[in-house]
């Protein structure tokens, strides 16, 4: 268990059709505080041949459930071929997820957010379930065991943090002090102009849901949501793409920018 860190992993997804097959590399506390857990989930979401690749980030803060803060994006690359980066930062003042180098979400920490923002000490986890009953198509497309076995290899494993044992229901944060400063002066966690900009080109493209501009499930916006009204002019009222820029002209967008990643400054 790690109060703040920086988590990260090489991965290679399973490869054929793995609609319904959810990869997931996250943290949580959930065997500890069953009833008031803390999260942050970066889910592959299952793949359906042919079509580009798609997954989700996510976060919990004291057994929100309810309040679920997804984004979902599409890949500019095939996972399954060869293994590429995606990691975690967690610090008491902001929440970042990264694929490889490019930055693609930013949770600041505010007091809006209150104990919605994870503030418990996790440990991380890697895992591959089946998730018919929604990860693909909203659980129209089953697990088809045909391709079994399905296997996601992990690889260059970094655990940056500061251990806290044993685990108590309101730990001592303090003596994190110094790993925390430690933490919040590597170069990752600064978002400068260039890696903002990058940022900003991968949402652009690739984000295709946000829980923040979903007014169906969430009427009155969720604490923590940064509303940027030129992204949000992207989005209907359930939070995903409008009509004029489809899923279908997503997928082309997709294939088109696949050879064109995201920058990032070096």
Known sequence: MYAHGFFSAKIKLPSDNTAGVVVAFYTSNGDVFEKAHDELDIEFLGNVQGQ????????????????????????????????????????????????????????????????????????????????????????????NYDYAPFTAEFRELVLEGCPMDPIQEYPDFTICKDKDAWLESRSYTFLTPKRRAAMQNFRQ????????????????????????QIEKERFNESGRLKIDVSHKKQTMTAKAHRKRKPRSDA
């Open 52 to 143: 580009p690749w798609r997954f989700q980030t996510n976060l919990y803060g004291n057994g929100s459930i309810t309040r679920g803060r997804e984004e979902r994006y599409s890949l500019w690359f095939d996972p399954s071929k060869e293994f590429h980066r995606y990691s975690i930062l967690w610090t008491a003042k902001n929440i970042i997820f990264f694929v490889d180098e490019v930055p693609i979400r930013e949770v600041i920490h505010s007091d809006e957010m209150g104990d919605d923002y994870p503030s418990k000490p996790m440990a991380l986890y890697a895992t591959i379930w089946d998730a018919s009953s929604w990860a693909t198509g909203g659980g129209k497309i089953k697990v």
């Open 205 to 228: 493209h690739y984000m295709y849901y946000s829980s923040c501009y979903d007014v169906w499930r969430y009427p009155a916006t969720l604490p923590g949501c940064v509303i940027d």
